[in-house]
């Protein structure tokens, strides 16, 4: 009889690719070239924000008292005795019963308290000649239109912890309280090998039992979608050899491999017979698509030890793996929460379909509106077959994967399921209903 | 008095600013290298997919009819013929009464019209000598294991329409059904000028009125983060013909260039002074913050006229305008709907908040989980005093915007707003609740 394998649940799977990751060292990089980075150190101001005394609005400086009474019928006049524009020359000093015509931004002249926006006087806004004298005709209370250094962020004060991944608001930030360049962890590199006799460069003519490799191209593209760099990415034959000495390159290079194909159950798996050892395990896992998978250690080289995860051949399949194991080990590389990325949502089933015995099925699937607003929304499989691992052509409608229980054989329309969505590149990109905060 | 200049709202200003900028013309590349670009033709299947009938499964081509009586007490043995590997080898022919080894992908043996998975045989999964015969133990179905030639994809079939965004699933598809590279629209090429005397390098050491310059890397980051490359990142002083001299060069690189800086109210403004013409209007637009916006086209240098945004210069505003008004031009530079990736989510105030009078608002808001699963989110604004423009050292807390209507002065707690959802580069990204697709 056939020998059965033992298998092993998504998350024995996972969790045991993630022992195999640890995080990356840290780099100092300038902070354009942070984007997407994750910060090494927690981040403290070096500098307050903001870093001096100013005004928030084009206008004058004066002193709040001497214009207490001003209104239109009545103004109050002062004399205009210079210029403070935003720039990196000092602040002057007011002189009491005058005002300095003042920019956004500018250092708030000593003796001012307050300013008086140019719409609150008889000057015309915009560029115009420094006028002998301002008529003030609304009184502005001490405090109006400055914000005081420091008042958003005193020196030493926490503004990042060390772990936060950096988007565009948070290089604003770190460049407001005085730094220019970060220690950051440094970025992931995938490389990523397509294998298989049976795989032509897609676009060439096919011969035979000749298919176009969906695969490569799709992998290099969620890695750098995710933010890895891609230092290889190759496709090879069947033959052992050629395999070995391509992933030898490859651990020379990156911090994680990612294989895809020669891993079945057939007679001739390429994979399989290159790596399999006590360093790397074939196993199953109870998941449709993705039921083969392979994880290990790539040694022997003058290289140092690197992961490697090895995906199957079909395309939906390594989209489906590359979801639930890679990610989360590039997060692990890149310094962050490995499980922190895994977003899921409510949805329905739209229709009935089938889902493998035993099996935890990911069913690409198309999101609708729900009849009523604040309803969950409605999953359609993008393929009446389900998540039949060869329907690649129709896998790039999907919003999202559907996460239909392993004991579950029959998903009924209605039923309720997690769903993981997928990053935005889906078509027609629905409306996002607010996310819940971790 | 003060001149009141007539105000827009934001609607006509993204208008005027769309007017100005026209789908850039397509390129054929690569598939890996298409990853976010946008289709400019149709995509129909040059090859069907799959590319011949072939088996879904690792086990034995058979005639359904040979094993149709077949049981663990009773099996059927065939006698093996030979293996049919995936790779390039064309199929063989399947006597009847017979089986031939298969393996996943494998071209289906002429003659057969089943496959027997290994499981429900004799023999073991995985790497072994081929057998000279075989016992089935369990009949299957004709039809069964096998997916036929264009079952999924038809030659001719549509695949994917223009304008289709592509990610790593249709890049996938477009391999599938027989391309190797793609006809998309050019990736636009945004320029970033960020002006001020004031500004210092971040991490530089400050001297009088000088503030650090926290817009550039953050506006670069903004617009890598959107897929655009920044062949042009550069901050000038307050000397217009400096800045004109880097605005030509700008022109020259990118298809839309982007200032920060120098246009509001103040009698010392370089973006206006260079640049108000008849070609470049500076306006005020119903918005807070960004209220100073500038628009129009650069020209009167040796390169063709390319459209300018003048963003305010405070990071906040210039982060608003960079979502609101900059995002819809690339979009639509990219050959897609400018609006088509504005999100809008229901969010309910979490606390009363402030908003200027007869200006919209944009509040860098925090969203937190509602007290009942499927009622709105609850957005606290990112600072106890809301979204005034200087707040840069909260806004990488903001998981989105929340957009207080015009007419509103005061956002009472509970009260229900739409908000804009920010790519998910906010810290403690939330699950997602269901997108509503359009």
Redesign the interface.
Known sequence: ?????PTRTVEEHRDEILALVSTLPAVTL???RC??LTLHEDLV?R?P????T?S?M?GFAVRAADVAGASAERPVELPVTG?Q???????SALAPGTAI?I?????LPDGADAVVP???????????P?PPAVRV?EPVAAGAYV?HRGE??PVGAP??PAG??????????????????LSVVRRPRLAVVST???LA????A?????????????????A??WGADVPL?ERVG?DPEVLDAVLSRAAEVADLVVTCGGI??????VV??ALESPEVRFVQVAMQPGKPQGLGVLTGGPHRPVPVVALP???VSS?VGFRVYVRPALARLAGRDPL??T?????RAAEAWRSPSGRRQYAPV????PER?????LARPT?RLGS?????????L???LAVVPAEVTQVEAGQALP?V???P??????????????
């Open positions: 009889m056939a020998h059965a394998s300038p902070l354009a984007l997407g101001a500098l924000a903001p870093p001096f100013n928030s084009d210029d524009p935003a720039g990196p020359a000092a602040a015509r920019m956004t931004g500018a250092p140019v719409e609150q006087t008889d000057q015309p806004r915009g560029a115009a420094l005709v914000r958003g962020v503004v990042m936060t991944r950096l988007g565009p608001a948070a290089l604003a930030a770190a460049g407001a309280v005085g730094y220019g360049e298989g006799d049976e460069a897609p676009g060439d096919l011969g035979g039992g000749t298919i176009p490799d969906s695969n490569l191209a799709m992998l290099v593209a969620l750098t979608e990415a069947d079945s159950a057939g007679a001739f798996e399989r017979q051949g079909n395309p989209f922190g990325e977003l899921t949502v409510q949805v198309r999101l609708e509106a607003p604040g309803e969950p929304y393929h039949a691992s060869h329907l690649v052509g129709s896998l790039h999907a919003h999202a769903a969505p997928l990053p590149w889906s078509p027609e990109l629905p409306d996002q209903v607010v996310p819940a905060p971790r």
